[in-house]
């Protein structure tokens, strides 16, 4: 790899002499040609000073109210020199609440790259870098992809303190921790570690971190390439991490011993270790009554299945088993399909490509032309499609039920996961029928089976079995949700958090 | 990727346990049909004669069977893996050749029983790869849909079934009886043995695994029982057999349905057997690696499975010598070599 440039000057301490810093300063954020970085030079009682700050990053009129204005006002109190000029800058004029003193180029760079000011003063070997960031910034909006009927509605934004305190409003612990670390070489971006001491087990902390801490890409620009580059399994189609933007979510899994990373710049927070069944719950099912969750997450979990096998089943039964099919329905299917040239697998590629096509599209399409595309795969997808004998009606069918299943899934990457793996077992039933779905089942288990997530069994607790509460297919009443999750450490001091509570509700009836 | 030979007792006995049941129940409804209607009986005397052969091992002196946790230090296991080895080996192939041949027969008439063999090896050597916890796992999955679509395929079939067809109950006679349940306790004690070398811990849950199988197994198969008539004369070759599965319901769903868990049976009772068989070989040679042993052992298996020494004719051969073989196999385990600490 390249270095980087200017990376020996980023090494040096801060010097002595003011000229010779604001020199480096200059080189090292190349001005000019850099018009954003501003250089605010003045005195105190005849000692040259400078705060260095990010135009845009930090907020002027912080710096100009907390910042200049103190000191130019008690310019002529003081005839202290570096260091301890510094010093009494810090204790009795600077009105900022975040000081930190650095003593190398490359902190100080870094300060005033993430929207700190930097105080420099003639004679002192180090610097002040100042808590003064103001970037625009979303405000807490309501969610996009997690929307809930019953439950809190905000999301995540870009901003990292925003969801860290989002996430602290919830869960008002002492025993919340937030780490901080940070990835990427050579752009380095903040990232959050939260979890709950005690309930979260020692060794996934430590694992986590040690993840993060590994990373050795030059730069980690959101959330997602860090959940790529710290999974278990880089090359599954399935993720090993949960991916939220619901602050609700989060502080339930930090509470359930799970570990969440947030990285600056993206509105998600990434879980760790989750299983498959937490991929495949919503929100919405432990805010409704129990029947309600249970109900939603079967008709979740039947919308999976179908997303994953119908297709495949459809070409299977078509094709070698077409007795397992009723007579009147075989024969309406060989009417419809007696125009066809094509068999049946060409029929559901054909299919399954303009879905994705559709998909993606709609994805990209200004929101002005949504109902323009709507119109181009309701009528010339499907009718026209029909109409020409490229296609059967039936298929139709399939595919629309197959996408409806693939939207039912909560999770992305797990719904795009089976949409890959959907065409794999299309292929297999088309070369052996059910038999090649079969094996493909067999081998997708074994493989889920395989898999784990920062450590922990990825179908837990299912396979391999571990103690849990009843709440992975179906939701019992929240008296019966006293445990733990499997991956909270033995010693969780949040165990039983249910129990007492029918106890209580009958100490007032009485 | 590393390949794990060992696993937990609780998931490798789930993993055993449904492997007996579908080998159980695959020789006495397919291969090895002549205690007819009395079938169910032939299993439970099977079950029975295979506990004998476990003793020394639930009795806590089958110390010289290394079970993949421990490294074979003495001869005498070595000679114990070695024997389950080869007979997993044996089983596989026959195994994935009776399974090759219920799908030529319902679906894919025009493939050869080898084209249809292949994929099964293939997806087993796959799963094999990815350890015994990834079985065990599948097989868990397996276990709840294979229960759903059995008392399904029950349900659907119910109005079918003559309890008059399994009357009189010793009515093949003893011998035949005796035969059938040689060789169900031939296989039964040669996979509970595998299961131990694959988990070796907890050797008690064996003894909880045994009367669970083989009651499935006997239940499946008086079920069956209920859905044909006994025919001596009948030919007994496999295809006719396995017609008489097939379209025993006289219902076509139902055929597909028991056609499905048969088959996603079959890849689980492959891949146990691959696994077992590739534990032994590691359990010989300890310096091979995992999945060199999983690999060689697929080798080994495909040849004997395309080779024409797997046939129903030799699967009948071979699993009436599995019996003595198992037992010889759990006597060699319970020597207690010189030297060695009981």
Redesign the interface.
């Known amino acids: 790899m390249p270095e980087k440039p200017d990376k020996a000057l980023l090494r040096n301490r801060v010097r002595r002499n003011l000229a010779e810093n604001l020199a480096m300063i200059r080189t090292v954020m190349n001005m000019p040609p850099n018009g954003d970085v501003v250089l605010r030079e003045f005195r105190l009682k005849g000692i040259a000073a400078c705060v260095v700050f990010l135009d845009g990053m930090a907020g002027r009129d912080t710096i100009d109210e907390f910042i200049l204005r103190p000191c130019l006002q008690r310019a002529g109190e003081t005839g202290a020199e570096g260091e301890t000029l510094l010093d009494w800058l810090m204790q009795d004029v600077l009105e900022i609440n975040g000081i930190q003193p650095v003593c190398l180029l490359g902190e100080l760079v870094e300060a005033v790259l993430s929207g700190s000011a930097a105080l420099l003063v003639d004679g002192a070997d180090r610097a002040l870098a100042l808590e003064t960031r103001a970037y625009e910034k979303r405000s807490v909006e309501r969610t996009q992809s997690e929307s809930v009927v019953q439950g809190p509605q905000e999301a995540f934004v870009e901003n990292l303190k925003t969801n860290v305190t989002l996430v602290r409003r919830i869960v008002r612990s002492e025993q919340l921790v937030n780490e901080s670390l940070k990835v990427g070489r050579r752009v380095p971006t903040q990232v959050a570690m939260l979890y709950m001491k005690g309930v979260a087990r020692e060794e996934t902390v430590a694992l986590v971190r040690r993840r993060v801490n590994a990373v050795e890409a030059a730069l980690c620009p959101g959330s997602g390439y860090l959940q790529q580059m710290i999974e278990d399994h880089p090359y599954s189609m399935f993720p090993q991490m949960l991916q939220t933007e619901r602050p609700d979510r989060a502080a339930a899994s930090l509470c359930d011993g799970q570990v969440a990373l947030f990285v600056d710049g993206s509105p998600y927070a990434l879980i760790a270790p989750v299983s498959l069944f937490h991929l495949l719950h919503a929100s919405d099912d432990t805010f409704m009554r129990w029947q309600y969750g249970t109900f939603l997450r079967v008709i979740r979990m039947i919308g999976a299945l179908i997303s994953l096998f119908l297709p495949a089943l459809y070409v299977a039964i078509t094709t070698?088993?077409t007795?397992?099919i009723p007579l009147s329905l075989l024969t309406s299917i060989a009417e419809t399909r007696a125009r066809v040239p094509f068999p049946v697998i060409v029929e559901i590629l054909f299919m399954e490509a303009s879905f994705y096509l559709l998909n993606e599209a709609g994805t990209r399409i200004p929101n002005q032309l949504g109902s323009a595309l709507g119109i181009v795969g309701a009528l010339i997808l499907g009718q026209a499609a029909v109409e020409a004998s490229i296609i059967s009606p039936i298929l139709i069918i399939v595919v629309a039920l197959t996408g409806l299943g693939s939207y039912s899934i909560p999770d992305y990457g797990v719904s795009m996961g089976m949409q890959l793996l959907r065409l794999a077992f299309v292929v297999m039933a088309a070369v052996?029928?059910?038999?090649?779905v079969?094996?493909g089942?067999?081998?997708l288990?074994?493989?889920?089976?395989?898999m784990t997530s920062f450590g922990a069994?990825y179908?837990a607790p299912?396979?391999?079995?571990r103690p849990h509460n009843a709440d992975i297919l179906a939701r019992w009443p929240m008296s019966a949700q006293g445990r733990s999750l499997f991956l909270a450490s033995r010693r969780d001091w949040l165990k039983n958090r249910t129990r007492g509570a029918r106890k209580g509700r009958s100490a007032d009836e009485d | 990727m590393k390949t794990e030979l060992s696993g937990q007792m609780r998931g490798v006995s789930l993993l055993g346990g449904s492997a007996i049941v579908l080998r159980v129940f695959s020789l006495v409804a397919i291969d090895a049909p002549e205690a007819w209607s009395a079938s169910w009986l032939s299993v439970l005397l099977g079950g029975l004669l295979a506990a004998p052969a476990l003793l020394p091992v639930l009795c806590g002196r089958g110390r010289a069977v290394p079970g993949a946790r421990r490294m074979p230090a003495a001869w005498p296991g070595r000679a114990a893996c070695a024997l389950l080895g080869v007979m997993s080996l044996c089983d596989a192939a026959f195994s994935a050749r009776l399974f090759a041949a219920l799908v030529g027969y319902v679906a894919l008439t025009d493939h050869s029983v080898t084209a249809l063999a292949a994929p099964l090896l293939a997806c087993a050597l796959l799963a094999c790869l990815m350890g015994v916890g990834a079985l065990n796992a599948s097989a868990v999955i397996w276990r709840r849909a294979a229960l759903a679509l059995a008392v399904l395929t029950a349900l659907l079939q119910l109005r079918e079934m003559e309890p008059g067809w399994i009357m009189p109950i010793l009515g093949p006679g003893w011998p035949q009886i005796a035969r059938g349940a040689l060789r169900a306790a031939g296989l039964t004690a040669h996979m509970l043995l595998g299961m131990y070398l694959l988990a070796g811990d907890e050797p008690g849950r064996l003894a909880a695994t045994l009367p669970k199988a083989i009651a499935l197994c006997a239940g499946a198969v008086l079920l069956f029982g209920l859905l044909i008539p006994a025919m001596p004369d009948a030919p007994a070759s496999r295809l006719f057999r396995i017609e008489l599965l097939a379209d025993s319901g006289r219902n076509g769903f139902a055929t597909e349905l028991i056609y499905v868990l048969m088959i996603f049976g079959g890849t689980l009772l492959v891949s146990f057997e691959l696994m077992t068989a590739a534990a032994a070989l590691h359990a010989v040679a300890p310096r091979l690696p995992a999945a060199a042993c999983v690999a060689m052992c697929a080798a080994a298996l495909a040849a004997l499975a395309f080779s024409g020494q797997s046939g129903q004719a030799q699967a009948l051969r071979a699993t009436a010598l599995f019996y003595p073989m198992s037992l010889a196999a759990a006597a060699l385990a319970s020597v207690q070599p010189k030297g060695e600490a009981a």
């Open positions: 070698y088993h007795h397992m052996w029928g059910l038999y090649g079969c094996l089942i067999w081998l288990c074994a493989y889920l089976g395989w069994p179908l299912v396979a391999p079995r």
